[in-house]
């Protein structure tokens, strides 16, 4: 590939031109049409193991130019609702901006303001790196965030150092937490489908969750999160999301009716 060469949320276009698989027909993110979705009673509610780490744990935290990335130990695992076991690399959010909604994914057309995904690979492949190029490979758990009144006590964990991290390349470290608080209590209830990475290389190694349950979070917790960080051309970094792709006949399974 082009190595490092710069992308941009601005130039969608040029992604395939440098990286052959963002031009694919099974990417991602997608619009998820409801009434289309088929309901697969076989779809087993999602289980995560440890994922509650003590204090005493320092957790890497990044602003990497294109979101805030967290680095997870891999003894977070997903143990229940994938066919193999996978196992916790990193979490990062994908935003809008105070004028409007950033979500990846849409339901029925719908953008919410904000995603969470939890990137896990499968533990068949001795490395992140080695699992992200099989079809197999990754795993991500999406949920929507939405602006309630009550202040979320685990997205604080996160939101609380992002001044620390304005800049592009700035990392600081954040004391473990339950990083189960950052994703709906109900597993239970998702969309399921084939998909790749929704930034270059675009890999099409994807099973995406997306949960049906939205976490919610304060107004003044989302303001921080859509107006702290900086972008690589010093800008504010806000809406880091790659519109919804083509599902080119791709199904949609959905655990619950
Ligand atoms: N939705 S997603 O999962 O496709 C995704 C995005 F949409 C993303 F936008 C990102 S961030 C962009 C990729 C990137 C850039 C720089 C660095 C660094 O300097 O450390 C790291 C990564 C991002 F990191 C991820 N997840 C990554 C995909 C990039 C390659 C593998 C790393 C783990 C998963
Ligand atoms: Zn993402």
Redesign the pocket.
């Known amino acids: 590939g082009k190595g490092?060469s710069h992308w941009s949320y601005e130039d969608l276009k040029h992604w395939s031109t440098d990286y052959l698989d963002c031009g694919g027909t099974k990417q991602?993110?997608i619009n998820v049409d409801t009434a289309q979705a088929i309901f697969s009673p076989d779809l087993r509610p999602i289980q995560i193991s440890g994922y509650s780490l003590p204090a005493s744990e320092q957790l890497k935290l990044?602003n990497?130019?294109?979101?805030v990335?967290l680095d997870l130990p891999d003894s977070l695992a997903l143990t229940g609702g994938y066919a193999q076991q996978y196992r916790a690399?990193?979490l990062?959010l994908?935003w809008g901006s105070p004028s409007g909604p950033g979500s990846?994914h849409t339901i029925n057309g719908q953008r919410f303001a904000a995603e969470i995904?939890v990137?896990h690979y499968n533990t068949k492949y001795d490395s992140?790196?080695e699992a992200?190029v099989h079809p197999d490979g990754?795993a991500?758990l999406g949920a929507f965030l939405e602006v309630g009144h009550a202040e979320n006590q685990y997205y604080h964990e996160i939101l609380k150092h992002l001044f620390e991290i304005q800049e592009v390349?700035q990392e600081t470290l954040v004391p473990g937490f339950n990083i189960a608080g950052l994703l709906p209590a109900n597993l239970k209830f998702y969309f399921h489908y084939n998909g790749?990475?929704?930034?270059?290389?675009?890999?099409q190694t994807?099973k995406w969750t997306i949960f049906n349950q939205t976490m919610l979070l304060s107004h003044h917790q989302m303001s921080m999160l859509v107006s702290t960080l900086r972008s690589p051309d010093d800008e504010i970094l806000q809406n880091?999301?790659?519109p919804v792709q083509n599902l080119h006949g791709r199904r949609v399974l959905a655990s619950f009716q």
Do not use: I, W
């Open positions: 490092h991602s993110p990044k990497n130019g294109h979101t990335v690399a990193q990062h994908h990846e995904h990137v992140f790196t992200m990754l991500v390349g790749s990475l929704t930034t270059p290389p675009c890999y994807v880091n999301y790659r």
